[in-house]
């Protein structure tokens, strides 16, 4: 009997322990002078003093990583134009709406090849927190992401990836991460 309650609360505390670690999750906003984002995190080391953490804004770098070991890139924010153009009189927001176009250029730091559909990863936010995903449109802003970037090691991909929000929402900051989205850490760059 004591055995079994034993095992019982060796995996209760295991259980307890992957819970923790699979919900959270690394929101980065920190761009490094060498391109390295740094983590920001809600409690300060004990022998270091608070600071205020400095905030991503349109032109800098975040490095981020993937899921598997050797995924690494460094996204930067290279422009956002609000409102975006139609580039052609075939395509336009629906009533009510308009297109938010953001310039990425990704570059790859890892060891493995970046392989990912940009666009599935990205996602801007409003003054209301309402988020907002990536939509298919070419704008006069440039040339579109690809939705295929295969990216050996040392190379980049530049492209502009799309947004479709309410006239009356303001946009505030844009977020892209790796693995459409799905890996751990997410950049953040704050626009107004």
């Given amino acids: ?36 984002a740094e983590k920001t995190t809600a409690e300060p080391a004990a022998e270091d003093e ?7 804004k349109v032109g800098d770098t975040i490095t981020l990583k993937g899921q598997e070991d ?9 422009k956002l134009v609000d409102p975006a153009q139609p580039k052609d009189e075939f395509f336009a927001p629906e009533d009510g709406n308009r297109w938010v176009a953001a310039q990425f250029e990704l570059t ?28 298919f449109a070419d704008t006069k802003a440039g040339p579109s992401m690809t939705s295929d970037a295969k990216v050996p090691p040392g190379e980049k991909v530049l492209g502009w990836i799309t947004f479709e929000v309410p006239k009356a929402s303001k946009v ?3 977020q892209f991460g790796l693995n459409s989205g799905f890996a ?7 626009v107004s």
Wanted: charged share 20%.
């Fill in 50 to 56: 608070p600071t205020k953490a400095t905030v991503a």
């Fill in 172 to 174: 505030v900051t844009v």
């Fill in 70 to 78: 050797g995924e690494q890139v460094e996204a930067t924010l290279k």
């Fill in 1 to 36: 009997m004591r055995r079994t309650t034993a095992i019982a609360a060796v995996l209760t505390a295991g259980l307890l322990l992957t819970a923790t670690a699979c919900t959270d999750d690394d929101i980065t906003t920190a761009p490094s002078k060498t391109g390295a």
């Fill in 184 to 190: 751990e850490q997410t950049g953040q760059w704050k």
């Fill in 108 to 135: 790859n730091t890892g060891t493995k090849p970046y392989s990912d559909s940009p666009s599935n990863g990205a996602q801007v936010a409003d003054a209301d927190g309402q988020r907002f995903q990536a939509t």
